[in-house]
């Protein structure tokens, strides 16, 4: 018990959780998640080529199983689950997700139709030109080693990477706290800018962006960023690209055509895409779409068919882009390891300068081991060439002296290592012609030392030697190779069709219906708003209105959030319709308070119960997803109770305490979001109802015998934020204008 006690030691909680979950979050960062800059690799992907290099499955060599490269890596370097370790080889070898791909698979390693690989016991794989090129240099001290996970092998720590694979295949993965996303580009233009960078180091991003153009999608599509909007992106090193599918109209007989898209965005699942086109069809909402059709092979054919030939094809991929992921957006995020080993994110101008200084050093240490190399032979070809020159005195010390080699050390003033070589000539080297060779090889190496030692002297014929290196890539995997052609192309789109609902919904009068628990239907035609509808027996009506189906519906709650829901999408029939819940994300605290038609160009005035409000564009209240917009801002024990049409220049408010009040519009500011000013004073409750109105035409109320019109207005005319006068004779006893 002593011995244990010994070792408990009080810690702070927090600071041990901090520091243990840092040194976790470091290990995914780096370890798993974000590739390095200058090989563009995960330790996983680099442990898989290293893996496979060992295993000679260079491409001129057979192929071997898969499961054999899978269980090297697991077993020799990377100590994680197999099927991890076979996916992302799978990934490696399918050419719709790496632009270059660096394994060369033969079986089934999936498709772009979201199938999955077969199990790495039947398919094989060996390394492509590309990632041989990715590991060029690596037996000649061009990178350095690190020992594995048990210390029984070696792995390097960065390839030597000839090509820029960071940027030619790009990367994914989310780490702790941090994401990568970069897209695939091509080699021939990562080649034309970093010679360009050769030649101008001081050079401005613009026209590095010039030569890159932008992405280059393993799946082909169009880019239809504007160069501003690329240039932003790589400037930045974040950024969304827009891609669309490329699709052409194929002339049928008797006039009819139909649409054959040819390439989709990248990594959209060509199978799931159908799905949704297919679905939007069943529900009718592409009316004038008739049919889809998968006739893709290798390549992709999707063919669509138009309702008839009269229909706008424009029109329809415009809709179809809106409503499916035949347009998708790629956000880029360029965050990688440095060669410093710290996670950044980095501009195109900073990854291509990254990869320039890993090149010059690879190449240093690259001529260095040469060099050495060299120098070693050359002392070993001097030694020889004294041996023929003395050969028969050489012969005398082997065969008389005991410690010959010590002996022709001294007499010759040979080296250890050049005595040694002498010692181990086989007697057939001793022919003449074998002395013509070595004075050959000698030169020869003489010649090479002195360009070496030139090259490594002089930083300008080093980066004339990385051109060279970079030309002679962008030959073999350049773009008039099958593979390096450039597949993505570029399209700017300078306005967007603008494509009205009319056109894909039937335009037809409809009442939407929202009973007090939050349901919501719509029946066919405009109906008297005051007829008896049905409920449930412990619901009521809340709100009707008339809209058409092509109409967008505007719903705001008492928390100031505004939603919006498409007509056409409100079910209909004779049931009680569906839980609004299910179509917004309404918080179950809140109700909705108001639901109008949209109109556009359009302010409205929303106020709270305690009697704060200002004015909302239109723009404002159209939300992009099911949470809502929040617009207004209340505090505690405060809801949004009014949303009003801005109709006229002058407002009416009236409190519970029945004091009514009345001023211009104008004195209520505009507002993106906020509480709000006070638009009437209260000493005790709250606001009742508001009415706007023209001041010319006076404001009205209920009262028995009909509608009042009240055009006096001097008793009730003041200011914002005042209290206001009693209300009329004969108004209502609810305090609200038409008396409901």
Known sequence: MAEVEEKIKDVHLAEELSSRYLSYAMSTIVSRSLPDVRDGLKPVHRRLLYAMRQLHLDPKSGFKKCARVVGDVIGKYHPHGDSAVYGAMCRLAQDFSVRYPLVDGQGNFGNIDGDNPAAMRYTEARLTEFAI??????????????????????????????????????????????????????????????????????????????????????????????????????????????????????????????????????????????????????????????????????????????????????????????????????????????????????????????????????????????????????????????????????????????????????????????????????????????????????????????ELEALLSDESKRWEAIGGEIKLIREKFGKKTALGRRRTDFAEVTEEIDVPLEVFVEKEPITVILSQKGWIRCIKGHSDLNDDFKFKDDDALQIAIHAQTTDKIILFDTSGKFFNISANEIPSGRGFGQPLRLMVDLSNNDNICEMFVFEPKTSYLVASNTGKGFLVDENHLIAQTRNGRKIMNVADGEQAVMCRKVTGDSVAIVGENRKLLIFKVEEIPSMARGRGVALQKYKDGNMSDIQIFNAADGFTYARSGGIKVETDLMTWLGHRAQVGKLVPFGFPKNNKFMGK
């Open 133 to 450: 090129a990715l590991m060029e240099g690596l037996n000649e001290n061009a990178v350095d080693f690190r020992e594995t996970y048990d210390g029984e092998e070696e792995e390097p720590v960065v390839m030597p990477g000839m090509v820029p694979n960071l940027l030619c295949n790009g990367s994914s993965g989310i780490a702790v706290g941090m994401a990568t996303n970069i897209p695939p580009h091509n080699l021939s233009e990562i080649c034309d800018a970093l010679l360009y960078m050769i030649e101008k180091p001081d050079c401005e991003i613009e026209p590095l962006v010039r030569k890159i153009k932008g992405p280059d999608f393993p799946t082909g599509g169009i880019i239809i960023d504007s160069f501003s909007s690329i240039l932003d992106t790589y400037t930045q090193g974040k950024g969304t690209f827009r891609i669309r599918a490329k699709w052409e109209k194929e002339e049928l007989t008797h006039g009819q055509y139909q649409i054959i898209i040819k390439e989709i965005p990248y990594q959209v699942v060509k199978s799931k895409l159908i799905e949704r086109i297919a679905s939007l069809l069943q529900d009718k909402k592409l009316p004038m779409l008739d049919d889809i059709r998968d006739e893709s092979t290798h390549d992709i054919r999707i063919v669509l068919i138009p309702k008839n030939r009269t229909v706008d094809a424009n029109l329809l991929m415009e809709h179809l882009f809106k409503q499916t992921e035949l347009e998708s957006r790629f956000n880029m995020n360029m965050n990688v390891l440095d060669s410093d080993g710290v996670p950044r994110v980095l501009s195109i101008k900073e990854v291509l300068r990254e990869f320039l200084n890993h090149r010059i050093n690879v190449l240093e240490r690259r001529a260095q081991y040469r060099l050495d190399k060299i120098n070693n032979r050359l002392e070993i070809l001097s030694g020889y060439l004294i041996a023929y020159l003395n050969l028969d005195e050489i012969i005398r010390i082997i065969r008389e002296e005991e410690n010959s080699k010590a002996v022709m050390m001294q007499e010759f003033s040979l080296t250890e290592n050049q005595a040694e070589a002498i010692l181990n000539m086989k007697l057939r080297s001793l022919r003449k012609l074998e002395e013509v060779e070595i004075k050959r090889e000698y030169d020869e190496l003489s010649a090479e030392k002195g």
